[in-house]
């Protein structure tokens, strides 16, 4: 059976229109691939900044951890376990300040563990979870996505690249407190229906 994992980061929870955009997306394709769902919610309040002893254990051999290291690095790992077992991950998130939300920077501080989803070649950095599709549902109130001032989607789609997911959608209500902000909405929620059908 295959996962999908859906990553939400909106502070606004069941108001949130990334959060709705993206729970529709979630439902039309978990019925599509009868899939099983895993829901990550950023805005939780649950994930950590990094710091230099969190660091340390998240680079830590399994075998070589210290009790206080596999402490401090369970929640990387749970959340790498969630990557590395997805299928589909659908990121739900809204512009804050033209970029991410600050707990997605923690989240991704978490994941990007050297040697587990990518490694260091003699080309590069090279991407260990490939193979994945990624969708992002984004809402912004005054930021177009895909414009001089949108620093949220390519930060992410790049970040994701990074890890070896190239596969990815961006389907966005941005610019939503502006003129047309109803009709950016539905026309998002249009985008979404037409992948999930």
């Given amino acids: 059976m295959s996962n999908i994992l859906h990553i939400t980061a909106s502070i606004r929870g069941d108001e949130s229109i990334s959060n709705s955009l993206g729970n529709k997306l979630v439902e039309g394709l978990a019925a599509q691939q009868k899939a099983s769902v895993t829901h990550r919610n950023l805005a939780a309040n649950d994930i950590p900044f ?23 690095a369970a929640i990387a790992d749970t959340l790498i376990d969630e990557l590395q077992t997805a299928d589909t991950i659908v990121f739900s998130t809204p512009v804050y300040n033209f970029s991410v939300p600050a707990t997605v920077k923690a989240w991704a501080d978490l994941v990007a563990r050297a040697g587990t989803t990518f490694k260091y070649t003699e ?17 912004s109130g005054g930021t177009q996505i895909g414009s001089d001032i949108d620093f949220m989607t390519p930060w992410l789609k790049f970040f994701l690249g990074f890890l070896g997911i190239t596969d990815v959608e961006v389907i966005a209500a941005d610019g939503i407190m502006g003129a047309g902000g109803e009709e950016k909405i539905v026309e998002a929620h249009d985008h979404v229906d037409r992948l999930a059908a």
């Fill in 50 to 72: 990094i710091d230099a002893e969190r660091f340390a254990a998240n680079l830590a051999p399994h075998a070589d951890r210290t009790a206080q290291q596999a402490e401090l």
């Fill in 123 to 139: 080309n590069g950095p090279q991407g260990l979870l490939t193979g994945k599709k990624a969708y992002i549902t984004v809402a």
